[in-house]
Structure formats: structure tokens, C-alpha cells
């Protein structure tokens, strides 16, 4: 298994406590989950029809500002699982450090796969892929730019995961043309990463071959209906969208007392320099607060948002020890 966040039952094994006595910082989903309100007994019991599949398009346009062809699958990992098949393979170039399935994913099916530091090192790629806002480190990419990089690769994939607060540097309006492929999220900013929802944004060649490797019923007939309530509800996702940016600037002065520095983030995470890392992550553990640390960066701690007052209380009261 590849690190990830998310990973409390290691946590547990390690520091003790249930589930529901840890406050899990470690993967950047909002703690504060759209309100999924009922859901009818025929989404749980029925086959979902075409009908209420294309609604839930309808919505994702809605929402991500596009008319361009898109498929909703289960999360954004399900379309990375999928990305081998789009093409022949041949050399793919990401740019890092990022989210590591794609390598994984890549590397398995036969890719040669090369992790880059450098943006302009992506230009002759068959395949580059670029996660924008980055994670971990946040680091963004103007859309001008991403669209002037696509004549010079075979395709460009861009993990738009964590762009629903920062709407501004999404590609999804212009995702309808050659080459050009814009994974979303739908569990980060909506806190409802157990629904297994995504879409898959682009030209109708691709994505008319993700739905086609999906099967008939992708997702689940919950994740149509909450996903459709939540997808067009602006006024909630332009509240939290200012929340998050008002937490994370809190968090930042937070830690300061700890002598960490920030290396970046987003609306939905931040990744700190530290001393030691582990020792960071075990001094909030011992609290049962949970963190992400990096093997191959071992002073970076990355920590979500806290969720409410209760929980904010609690962090400020094990960094002050």
C-alpha cells in the first residue's frame, strides 16, 4: 500500500482511542460535511436510471462551470485507475512531489514514468500530469499556463481535487478540446469522501472511454442524490469556500508557537516545516489528534482544518504544551 492520509487505524494500533475519539487531520477532507439531509429509500434500492445520471451531470456542470463532456465515477482515484487505458503506453512525466498513485498506477501498466521538478520539464511527455492546487505543497498553476503547456505534450492531466476554493484556477470551463483531461473531487470539499464521488472532465473521446470502462452504474444512487442537492447549492459552497480560507489563516497563526513554517497548502490544508516531523505528529497523536507525515520528507507535517470550535479548543490546547 502507497502512504496516504486517512490511515486512523494505524493510529489507533499505535496511540489507542476510537475512531470517534481522534480528530483526523491527516487528509484535507472538510470536517464540516454538506448537510446530506434525506435521501429516499428508492436511492438505496433501485438500479440508478440514465435519467438520474445525466442530473447529476447536469449538476457537476453546474458547479464546476462547464458545458464540456464529463462522467461521474467513483471518486477521482477511480479515473486515475483508469488512466493506462486512454492511451498506448509510453512516457509519462508528473510533476512532484504530488499525490503518488499516479506513479503507481502508471509504473504498474507498463508506463515509463519520470516524476519532475521542474514545469517546463513536462513539455514532451505522451502523458504529463500536473495536481493544481498541488498536495501536498499547494503549489498552483494559472490556467494559461497549463493551456499553453498542452500543444506540447501527447495529453495533459489536471487533478483539480482541491480547486473547488479556489474556483479561479480551474480548467474545467475549457476542458472540451484534444488532449485536455480535468479530474474532480466531489468528497474534499464536500467532507463526504465515504460517498465515492467524481467526475472526469473533457474531450468526448476520453471520456466517452472512462464511462465506457465504468459500466452502466459508476456510482451509487445515494451519491446521485446527495451529489445533485449539494452540486447546486451555491450559497453553501460559497460559505464554505470563505470559511476555509479564514481557518486556514487561523491554523497558520496557530502553529506558529511551535516554530513551524509554512511551505504551503490550500483552503482545505496546510504543510508546515518542522523540526522532526514524527515528533510533531506523535506529540498530537498522544492527544488523539492525527497528522500526515512524509517518509522521503521527514520535517513535513501536513494538518487539515479543524472542524469546530471543540476540536479548534483541543488542538490549541496540545500545541501549548
Known sequence: MREHGGNLDLAQQRFGGRAEDWIDLSTGINRVPYPVGEVSMRAWSALPSRAEIDALHQAARHAYRTSAPLVAMGGAQAAIQLL???APCGRA???APTYNEYAGVLSATGWDVEEVRDFEALAGADLAIIVNPNNPDGRCHAPNDLLELLPRVGRLVVDESFADAVPHLSLAPDADQPRLLILRSF????GLAGLRLGFAIGNAADVGKLAAASGPWPISGAAIAIGCRALFDDAWAEAT????????????????SQGWSLIGGTPLFRLYETPDALTAQDKLARAHIWSRVFAKEPTW?????PGNEAEWSRLAEVLAR
Request: glycine share 6%; proline share 3%.
Open 241 to 256: 469556500t470563505a470559511r476555509l480560507v479564514r481557518d486556514s489563516i487561523r491554523l497558520d497563526a496557530m502553529v506558529q
Open 301 to 305: 507535517l501536513r494538518l487539515g482544518l
Open 187 to 190: 468528497g474534499k470539499f464536500y
Open 84 to 86: 493506462p487505458q486512454l
Open 93 to 95: 512525466r508528473i510533476l
